[in-house]
T-cell receptor, first 114, second 116 residues
Framework: AQTVTQSQPEMSVQEAETVTLSCTYD???????LFWYKQPPSRQMILVIR??????QNATENRFSVNFQKAAKSFSLKISDSQLGDTAMYFC???????????FGKGITLSVRP | DAGVTQSPTHLIKTRGQQVTLRCSPI?????VSWYQQVLGQGPQFIFQ???????GRGNFPDRFSARQFPNYSSELNVNALLLGDSALYLC???????????????FGDGTRLSIL
């Protein structure tokens, strides 16, 4: 069974600064996908970034980038130039190839201060 | 194109009642998944359907059931509601079949179910 652990319940960052959100996971599979989802108070789950396990290069999407360490089973999200609109809950998620089931972590509440 | 749509947005029921939640996937998406998100937690997988067949089931009691229709929309049914069923129920659709490499899931806004 796969597990996803987000040990930080909440973080706060000053606007325009950089923040890193941590995530670790456990799986016996060799090929899989990892995701970061954002859930603002409007509650829609929005895909921020995804990483294929077979790719060594870390994924980037504008101000968002990941640090994927496959051997350590670590998948952190870095948000650069934080904006007020980044305030939300962030969930780390995993899916294997047997099905499209997403396994989520407990989430982290990120607050961006003006 | 419209995103994933769910109805109703809010629902209040009492213990022992039954509820049906509905989901319309993005046009062209054949895979629909349901998740339960209890307040302050991450979503938990309930069901996945692809081409009207169940392709995955999470660790939920038999009170939970679902189906997918020929137009790929889906319903989630919960019988004999308990207080613990109070949660946000999210539907997600995907273009790719289960097990495919390209499987980003797109979520709806969810149905907030409150049990009194």
């Amino acid at each position: 069974a796969q597990t996803v652990t987000q040990s930080q319940p909440e973080m706060s960052v000053q606007e325009a600064e950089t923040v890193t959100l941590s995530c670790t996971y456990d799986t016996s599979e060799n090929n899989y996908y990892l995701f970061w989802y954002k859930q603002p108070p409007s509650r829609q789950m929005i895909l921020v970034i995804r990483q294929e396990a077979y790719k060594q290069q870390n994924a980037t999407e504008n101000r968002f980038s990941v640090n994927f360490q496959k051997a350590a089973k670590s998948f952190s999200l870095k948000i650069s130039d934080s904006q007020l609109g980044d305030t939300a809950m962030y969930f780390c998620a995993f899916t294997g190839l047997a099905n499209s089931k997403l396994t989520f972590g407990k989430g982290i509440t990120l607050s961006v201060r003006p | 194109d419209a995103g994933v749509t769910q109805s109703p947005t809010h629902l209040i029921k009492t213990r022992g009642q039954q509820v049906t939640l509905r989901c319309s996937p993005i046009s062209g998406h054949k895979s629909v998944s349901w998740y339960q998100q209890v307040l302050g937690q991450g979503p938990q997988f309930i069901f996945q359907y692809y081409e009207k067949e169940e392709r995955g089931r999470g660790n939920f009691p038999d009170r939970f059931s679902a189906r997918q229709f020929p137009n790929y929309s889906s319903e989630l049914n919960v019988n004999a509601l308990l207080l613990g069923d109070s949660a946000l129920y999210l539907c997600a659709s995907s273009y790719s079949p289960p097990g495919s490499w390209h499987q980003p899931q797109h979520f709806g806004d969810g149905t907030r179910l409150s049990i009194l």
